[in-house]
């Protein structure tokens, strides 16, 4: 498979304090199977669908830090991509360094406060399948500085936004990619603007969306699982939608798009 481009978003991982419960919990939900990884940089857990890579499960390396589901956007030089982003006004968290050929990985937050990645594809090109049910669907960044934001990605990606049509709050924007027409139709990503009825404590985020064929009946099995349901279904015309936390705390999304409409 080739490597995605520029700005598409390419892979999630989802950092753990207990991987062996996190396979059980996604297992479970989504049908993955697991294969554990060891680089120069320690292991990760492979998660497959059908033999394709679909997500990773990484152990944290220190306790202190988040339970939180990462995103990554396709870089063909991540370097230049960093320096793109620090033009912006953005900040590079951990430069880019190469992961034993499988890629070049850097961490990054853009002006609002959301952390995000950037991965330059080596022998890992980033998502074998998406779009499924049991992969990934759908992101979108959640900020309280949307002009600022919306300018940052513009700079470092080209993402022109539009809005996200007739069903769907005003404060929600797509970013269609450098090269496309600005159409929904060819939207990779959005921005949502954090509301007043939101808790001030609530940082600035991504929120990374996995496809299902049952939007209810998954939020049973995530409960059943031990985890816990942040924002019940929801219509939208691109389709049936939740938010949840997984048995460990990280948050995502689960989105039926055959409820599209």
Not at 54 to 65: F, T
Not at 115 to 137: D, E, K, L, M
Not at 220 to 233: A, D, E, I
Not at 250 to 261: E, K, P, Q, R, W
Request: charged content about 20%.
């Amino acid at each position: 498979m080739a490597a995605f481009a520029e700005g598409v978003p390419c892979w999630a991982d989802v950092l753990l304090s207990d991987l062996a419960a996190g396979r059980r919990f996604y297992g479970e939900l989504f049908g993955w199977t697991f294969q554990e990884i060891v680089t120069d940089y320690g292991s990760f857990t492979r998660a497959l669908l059908d033999g394709k890579d679909v997500a990773g499960l990484v152990p944290k390396p220190d306790g202190r830090m988040p339970t939180v589901w990462n995103l990554y956007f396709a870089a063909e030089d991540a370097a230049a991509t960093a320096v793109r982003i620090r033009e912006a006004g953005g900040r590079v968290i951990t430069p880019p360094v190469w992961i034993d050929g499988f890629c070049v990985m850097a961490t990054a937050a853009d002006p609002g406060g959301a952390v995000f990645g950037i991965w330059q594809a080596g022998s890992h090109t980033g998502f074998g399948r998406r779009g499924a049910p049991g992969t990934y669907g759908w992101a979108e960044v959640h900020t309280r500085q949307p002009r600022a934001v919306d300018a940052f990605y513009r700079a470092v990606f080209g993402y022109e936004t539009v809005p996200a049509g007739e069903g769907t709050p005003t404060d929600v924007v797509l970013w269609t990619p450098r090269g496309e027409a600005p159409d929904p139709r060819h939207a990779i990503g959005g921005r949502v603007v954090i509301g007043e009825q939101y808790p001030v404590e609530l940082p600035a985020h991504f929120l990374t969306y996995f496809v299902v064929t049952d939007c209810d009946r998954v939020l049973r099995t995530v409960h059943g699982l031990g985890g816990r349901v942040l924002k019940t279904p929801e219509d939208t015309p691109y389709g049936r939608f939740a938010v949840v936390v997984d048995n460990q705390g990280a948050s995502f999304a689960v989105i039926d798009l055959s409820a599209a409409g």
